[in-house]
């Protein structure tokens, strides 16, 4: 068994916005810093998604990533990993660069904005990661094979054309994936692909397969601590 390594699960780095349906899905800034502080504290150091199991990997490493692409990782989230020396994966819908998350409005949900291709490009510059999260943020299991393909293969293809930097992982929207989401994921290309199971990862499992811990806005520190002891001590 390698090092356990915790990847951590963020959405917005923002205020709850008082009129969404996913009010979980925001980490207000001054929260998201207590938890940063208290990985530093503890001494663990940020590694990027695609360096996981890599010689440049840390000792004692945390992931960080930020579900979706939204504009508030580059005005929120940012500034404060730099503040702390870490770093963050980003993982973007292809489809919507530079809209909206229009998965969510469909269903009754607020606009939020979406980073644009030119701010992409340039924390791509900075040293952030980016990553596919499918073209048009489905669920995968709902999809017949060939859909499957465009939405893993496919927002692969986009974003490297668009972008002009290989995009070597991804995320599974809503944790959704079955057996044919499993083998596109590896004939697309992906190092890595990281799902909603809870738990560490050491280099044991299918790397298209990561699990992750969820952090939300009802994630205050003492359970955000909680939630690393469960993990390390009990494995979920």
Sequence with gaps: MGVQVPILTYHKISPVHSKSIYPGTFVPPKLFEQHLK??????????????LYSPSMPSKPVVLTFDDGFQDFEDNALPLLE??????????????????????????????????????????????????HTKSHPRLITLDPHSQEEEILGSKSALEAQLGFEIKTFCYPYGSYDQTSIELVKRAGYSFATTCEKGLNNGSEDPAKLKRIAIRNDTPLPIFIYKLWRAFRHGK
Aim: charged share 25%; glycine share 10%; hydrophobic share 35%.
């Design 83 to 132: 503040k702390y020396g870490m770093n963050g994966t980003v993982f973007l819908v292809s489809d919507y660069l530079g809209k909206y998350n229009e998965w969510d409005i469909r269903i009754g949900d607020v606009a939020y904005p979406l980073m644009s291709l030119d701010t992409i490009r340039k924390l791509h510059e900075k040293g952030v990661e980016f990553g596919s």
């Design 38 to 51: 208290y990985l530093v504290k503890q001494g663990f150091q940020s590694s990027r998604l695609d360096s």
